[in-house]
């Protein structure tokens, strides 16, 4: 069986969710009968060169879905080849029923977001801080919106295209901005995801190449090999996606779109200066690709000057703008929005209907209070000067605690930076140590697109209070000298990993 | 250029978008070059067979995109090949830029809602009345939820699989109805709509074949033709979805999934009894498909006994049950669930991770706080009584307005019913007139399948007044009247539609 078992270490299928795959398949394809011993969590270990309780997670999985049992000295025992016994296609041919497990083998499972305790300082997850939600001024836009004469007209079945209200609130600041043209149109989406989501129906099929930064975040590499994409990777460097590597990319792959976060990208923080933002313009121009700027981000400026957005640089409506109120408010309400020509806002509007009618009207009838009250930018300017001191505690933090040799990025805004440990560090491998200690980050495997970096790692620093910040990259740091210092215990070179 | 301007009568795009499309592609590809002058509408009108008010809708269009302009008592001429004349494309071949037009024909548009003016009787949407939103219970609902002290966790990112208590109340809900088992879970959606989308998502690949019931409702329709998905159709009658046709449909087109709604099918109201229910589940058992039950309204019932839905029914595991909040409260806020076996569940919760993260939350507590209050049941409780009015009323006001040889279907529950007026009338040619009169409603087009009929319409009852509904009754019926005496002005028969 061990030979068979192939584990991908630079999936992002985590280890534990592998080695269940190969015995769910070998439990139901009959490879394995009813009665047989699974190999003992402890050899197993040994062998594969795992952590015990990656194999462990893996039995929990087969043993809670009804396909193994344990017994207390004795092993692990295949004990049904179906999920729980009792779903169909154990009975006689004649009485076939639905066989689950054949039909979900031809779509692919995405990474699920990693689930951790309240305990853990989890720089896991780029998102605001719960402590700063403005909760009172929350409560005041609710009331308002509930005291309305219209609110009927909330609570019905509305338009595709969003909450009139908001559309126009939000077209009209997006004119002001000069990020809407006379030919643009927008459509409001629950969050920036859906608007991926729809531009990718809209405009991909299967096979189709699509440009992406490399590392990006978990959440896009997902949806678009879901759709069947294939991803052109597109390095990241201080200066946002490369733009000679997008020219090479554009020649040799013909990706069908570029997907880019100019502002704090996700997860390197990067910006793309003005230089960068034309010359991705005039690329994608010459090779007739559209360009989606996914902009969650830069309304999260906390140094220096802001900057135009591709969508407001570009002189030939080849952008397709994607903006959300998710990170400069509240997350939990689904609202985003899609700027770009109306042909084909038209055409998102009709994947839209498609997909789920239209987004939430009361969340979007509480943020367009919430913002024309003037609340969301009073908000704003607190999370500013919140989110400013924590970038700067985090920067100071990775000074004072990690390990000489390494590297981190030095973003201006956002949610998130990057670190490099030195090698030899497998930021992975050590993660399960790191969560022991009460520390949680996202390791580079989840982010890697064609470039692996063992040692690299997504610090979301935003949703955490600055004590925390310390106290989290105190334990990282020391952690990381701990098996910097065990892994040379001669002082001999470390391998070269690239 | 009439001999290429072929328009499909049958098609669910409407007449005047075919044709504008006709226009729009002809004058992209420079076969109408600039200064072209366009048919005269009546001129036009008339050769084609339409109304004149279709020719000028699909000439609006194309001027409100830029694309031609008309010139009082000269007609309409040709002023750009691209939308709004801002679209890049027309530079010279080294600026190409995004090629909209290009990349937007490989996908399909799909029809949109009838948008209407509020002075019209509109038996169009199935939707409830917005005059019987409890809006002080709603308010209290919100109140109540905005009070907590939980709040912030609320407006935070929260779980793809839903807001868990209440995912919890809902499985909860399902086990005491027989309607989940040990092997089921829950996941929140944006509605059924999304719910089906998802299904889709996980099971279907561009090709596959859907059996559906025949007519159905536009949205289920535009949803898997979006999807690249056939359809296959199957007739309902006065006991829904008929089971010898599914059988045959199930062994000659070899459906990867059968959508079926077997209380008060929209559009025809039909339900399914007993019987066919478990002939249903037989022959997708034994043809190893599974059933996607798709219950909007079952909870809408006026009179009769409730049955047993398929998924309490199916002691096999081959059943996914999609239900919503939507027509039993407020259709603004878009949450509905699906139940269904473990390892469906597990990727359907991946895709909708994909698809928008996670449903909006505001509104998944306030509607949490809204059932357990006991609102809800008090609500459907008003329902039931105003519903069964309605609908009593409709089938009153058929008996005495619509013209002898009208048939219509009696439903005991939900928001729909079907009218077939008697040949030759054609209710989507008899449409405008109607509602230039004051009246609207979907002809069978839009929900046609594979079977044309000419003479059919939904009409749902459920969104209006009793008195409007008579109102809206009597104008169709004395419309109908006039074009049957007018289309047989000698005695001559009604030619065969058939």
Known sequence: MDALLQLDHGSEVPLYRQLYEHFAERIRSGELGIGERLPATRELAGSLGLNRTTVAAAYE???????IAGRVGKGSFVTSATVAGELAGR?????????WGALLERSETAPTSTALGRETISFATSWPSRELFPLDEFRLSCAAVTARADLADILQ?????????????????????????????????????????LVGRVLLRPGDAVAVEDPVYPGLKSLLTGMGARLAAVPVGTNGMEIPRLVRVLERERPKLIVVTPDFQNPTGATQPLAARRGL????????VPVVENDPYSELRYEGQPLA?????????GTVLLRSFSKASFPGLRVGWVVGPKPLLDRLRHAKEAADLHSDQLSQAVLLEFAESGRLEAHRRRLLEAGGERLRVTLEACREFLPPGTRWTRPEGGMNLWVSLPEPLDAGEMLPRAQKLGVAYLPARYFA????????????FAGLAPQQIRDGL??????????????????EPAPAMV
């Open 449 to 460: 697109v064609s470039r692996q970096e063992p040692g690299g790692l997504r610090l979301s």
């Open 157 to 197: 079945l509305g338009s595709p295209a969003g909450y009139e209200p908001l559309r126009r609130y939000l077209l009209a600041e997006a004119h002001r901005k000069g990020e809407a043209g006379a030919a643009d149109d927008l459509l409001i989406t629950n969050g920036c995801q859906q608007g991926l989501d």
């Open 91 to 99: 009975g006689p041919a004649s009485q076939r029923g639905v066989r």
């Open 309 to 317: 957005a591709l969508k407001q640089l570009d002189e030939h409506g």
């Open 281 to 288: 313009l005039e690329a994608a121009r010459a090779a007739g």
């Open 474 to 491: 105190a334990i990282i740091g020391k952690l990381a000298a701990a098996e910097l210092a065990s892994a040379h215990p001669s002082g």
């Open 61 to 67: 999985m087969l043993e809670a879905e009804g396909m």
